[in-house]
């Protein structure tokens, strides 16, 4: 049901024309007229009319063609009338009355006048809606209002003429005047309306061409429309579809001749104007890639291939800084064999190099032949004749690489080219040192998540425990620089059950000194559970390490001992900065550093045979402090190293404190000491404290000592 | 950070390195670069002259156990000349003298390999 009632239009129509025909046929043989039937042909052309406007709006879709379309499609629109009409004159032979209207004086009159009659309106009609299209192309808010009221007024001046029943004459006696008046406004409307063709402006330099000169014949061809077609079949089809026919045609003409001036006029800037857009066009989709595109490699791509687009010449280049910033590479091209990209001669060129490479400016060298100075450019491309090259410079005032354009015809750039690709390079740069700027910090990321997880692992490394031991206080303070180091310390329990102790540095930082902190931590407790001496614990430790280790790694550690039944401590150094050891009795800061070669150095051999062990008692109230190098070398905002005067003074200051208040006055004096600036090694540091050993605590460790002779008897 | 240069000149055939500065983990890449230029031209007799040596991070004396072995596989030493005391303490505290050997001006480090060119042929 809908889709007849879709379609009805096409019974619709036809019925009427078939009607009019009757009636027209009627009254050229009976030579009489009967008002009635005059008045209802007349409705029924109404009716035509109407139908013809219906029929467009639903089968003839403008908006959604493209200009190029539209105009196509009124080029074709025309031509079908054009060439019906030549059928027509050629088959029928159509007579008319001199009278206005003009009256049928044969058959073919009215065959032809009715043929004309229904083609003449869906033409007129659907260039109408084209002509809006066009006009609506940049709409401002009268423009609707304008185009209504020529509607209406193209209306009242068809009813005007029909009914006055004459032709207009443009005078303003009698009836003529009310057509004429009427006439004149549809005019202004009409010229008012005709202006609005902004779309020429924005036509491609070729097409403007193209439509002026198609405009042209379209012109001449909607010029002779109403003359040849439509003027004397049409007024004696029906006065009202004539006149709105003429109104319309009318109108088609004036905006066609405008449009056609504005084309003319249009013609000479196109050039400039083309590439205005194009290079506005360029920037713009520089720019929205430069929020997207963050792959280095994609936009210098896209850089070299857009500069050849809006500058039309035949080959472009860009130059980059290489990362050692060591010279200018060709990292992209179009339109260069390899060989020339690989053996460019610009950096060489005394001229470039004065203006492009140091004083960073652009060059234009409009003729390369013209002198002798640019042989070398010539011979490296021989068809080249023009060239612009123009300096990338970065945020920091640095040059980042050239843009070339070179052309084989001679002249081939100006000034504005010069600017435009200068505008270009400058977008270009920005986009570029974005793209490289986010390269890195990814890159950083990267690196940062991988020292965060080797700073866990080191941590984890650590004890979580200070070992209790009557009569020995321990503290240990680790400061983490943010970078990861290799500082390591533990505390474990040799097979005889002395309490053993280890603090070590591996040498370098990063992932790698981590790693080797973990190996260390294994390796030290694996030997110590079957090893009691710390000299033999650290030389089979070298053994072991020696092997798996890069050659520039090292580790320095002090292996120690500690017999709490007699207050021995024995330790060895593996290249470690020494053991302080504070003597109570006489106020004594001893530094023990026997010899000792550093963990991974040398195979084995000499270091055991460098190695010595360090045996010292420690009386009640004695401290003894290890420490690892960063410690030492700490250093403060006005580059001020801790150093040993500094160390030195540490344990006399803290003598008679527990070890955890020796430990809190030693970081204050650290903190205050640094100041602000950051921690730029790890800083390790364990303080041990001999106190006075009660009665009962002396009993326990008497029959631990004897626990652990029974027990070394029985594992020999 | 501080700086850290050195400078490569030939005495005797033999290759002196004048360290000058800081040479410390920061350091250290830029110093590897320039010994493994050295032993890729193949000279493997080099003379490291300290004098003007203010610090040595751990990463640095690595960048000298890291070419040792090499070098001497090839016949060559690297010898120490000049060292500031505050220096030679760091070289001391890890062992280096038991692996290395020091001596108090360049003409002695460099007549010592003369030296040993002298044993070697006779």
Not at chain 1, 552 to 562: E, L, M, N, Q, T
């Amino acid at each position: 049901m809908k889709r007849l009632s879709q379609h009805i239009i096409f019974v619709f129509l036809p019925l009427i024309v078939f009607v009019v025909f009757f009636i027209d046929l009627v009254f050229l043989y009976s030579q009489i007229t009967i008002t009635t039937l005059r008045i209802f042909r007349e409705i029924l052309l109404v009716g035509l009319l109407a139908g013809s406007w219906f029929f467009v709006q639903r089968y003839f879709r403008v908006e959604k063609l493209t200009i190029p379309q539209k105009l196509g499609r009124l080029t074709a629109l025309l031509t079908l009338n054009y060439l019906v009409v030549l059928f027509l004159d050629g088959l029928l032979d159509p007579a008319y009355s001199d009278s206005f209207p003009p009256e049928y004086q044969n058959v073919a009159a009215v065959l032809f006048a009715t043929i004309i009659g229904v083609l003449a309106p869906p033409t007129l009609i659907a260039s109408l809606k084209i002509l809006q299209e066009l006009i609506f192309y940049r709409q401002k808010s009268t423009t609707r209002r304008y185009f209504q009221l020529f509607l209406l007024f193209t209306g009242l001046t068809s009813l005007s003429l029909y009914f006055t029943q004459q032709p207009l004459h443009l005078s303003f006696s009698g009836t003529s005047a009310q057509n004429t008046i009427l006439f004149l406004i549809t005019l202004f409307f009409m010229v008012q309306l005709s202006f609005h063709n902004d779309w020429i402006v924005y036509l491609p330099r070729k097409i403007k061409w193209l439509y002026f000169a198609i405009g042209i014949v379209l012109l001449s061809e909607i010029y002779s429309l109403f003359d040849v077609v439509y003027r004397t079949h049409l007024t004696a089809y029906s006065l009202f579809i004539a006149s709105v026919s003429f109104m319309l045609y009318l109108f088609l003409l004036i905006y066609a001749t405008v449009a056609i001036l504005k084309l003319f006029i249009y013609l000479p800037t196109a050039k400039a104007f083309d590439r205005k857009i194009r290079e506005v066009n360029s920037l713009n989709r520089l720019a929205r890639t430069l929020n997207t595109e963050l792959e280095p490699e994609k936009l210098i791509r896209m850089i070299t291939r857009l500069s050849r687009e809006v500058l039309e010449c035949d080959s472009t280049w860009l130059e980059m800084r290489q990362e050692d910033g060591q010279g200018f590479k060709i990292v992209h091209w179009e339109n260069l064999s390899e060989a020339q990209a690989a053996n460019s001669p610009f950096q060489r060129h005394p001229v470039l190099v004065r203006h492009l490479y140091h004083q960073k400016q652009p060059v234009l060298i409009p003729d390369l032949h013209k002198h002798k100075d640019y042989a070398p450019l010539v011979a490296w491309k021989k068809e080249a004749r023009s060239l612009l090259a123009v300096p990338l410079i970065s945020n920091r005032d640095q040059l980042m690489g050239v843009l070339y354009a070179l052309s084989h015809t001679a002249y081939a750039f100006d000034n504005e080219d010069l600017s435009l690709l200068e505008g270009f390079a400058h977008q270009a740069a920005i986009a570029l040192e974005n793209a490289q700027l986010v390269e890195k910090s990814i890159f950083r990321e990267r690196i940062e998540q991988e020292l965060k997880v080797a700073r866990e692992v080191q941590l984890k490394l650590l004890p979580q425990q200070l070992p209790g031991l009557p009569g020995l206080e321990i503290a240990a303070l680790s400061l983490a620089a943010y970078e990861v180091g290799g500082d390591y310390y533990d505390f474990f329990t040799y097979p005889d059950g002395a309490l053993g102790l280890v603090i070590g540095d591996v040498s370098g930082k990063g992932t790698s000194a981590a790693f080797y902190v973990a190996e260390f931590k294994g390796v030290i407790q694996t030997l110590a559970r079957v090893e009691n001496d710390p000299c033999q614990l650290a030389c089979q430790a070298n053994r072991i390490m020696y092997p798996n280790m890069e050659r520039k790694a090292f580790i320095s550690a002090i292996v120690g001992r500690y017999e709490a039944e007699n207050g021995k401590f024995s330790f060895v150094r593996a290249g470690h900065t020494p053991v302080l050891h504070w003597r109570a009795a006489d106020h004594h800061l001893a530094v023990l550093q026997p010899p000792g070669l550093g963990i991974g150095l040398e195979a084995g051999p000499l270091f055991e045979k460098y190695i010595a062990r360090c045996t010292v008692r420690l009386a009640p109230g004695d401290l003894l402090l290890l420490y690892t190098d960063g410690l030492t070398e700490l250093r403060n905002q006005n580059e001020e190293e801790f150093g040993d005067q500094r160390l030195q003074e540490i344990l006399p200051a803290v003598s008679g404190k527990s070890v955890e208040e020796a430990k809190e006055t030693i970081f204050d004096q650290i903190t205050e000491f640094l100041q602000r600036r950051a921690l730029l090694d790890d800083l390790t540091l364990i303080l041990i404290q001999k106190t006075e050993v009660s009665q009962s605590q002396e009993e326990g460790l008497l029959s631990a000592a004897v626990q652990m002779q029974n027990k070394a008897r029985d594992n020999p | 950070m501080a700086k850290f240069e050195v400078q490569t000149t030939e005495e005797q055939g033999i290759v002196v390195l004048a360290l000058q500065g800081y040479l410390d983990a920061h350091t250290a890449p830029e110093f590897e670069k320039t010994l493994q230029k050295v032993i890729n031209q193949n000279q493997y007799r080099i003379v490291a002259d300290l004098q003007q040596l203010r610090y040595i991070s751990s990463a640095g004396l690595g960048v000298f156990m890291g070419f040792i072995e090499e070098i001497r596989e090839k016949g060559g030493d690297i010898r120490f000349c000049s060292t500031e005391p505050k220096v030679y303490k760091i070289f001391e505290l890890l062992g280096f003298p038991a692996l290395f050997r020091f001596f108090p001006d360049r003409q002695g480090a460099l007549a010592s390999f003369q030296q040993d060119a002298s044993n070697q042929e006779s």
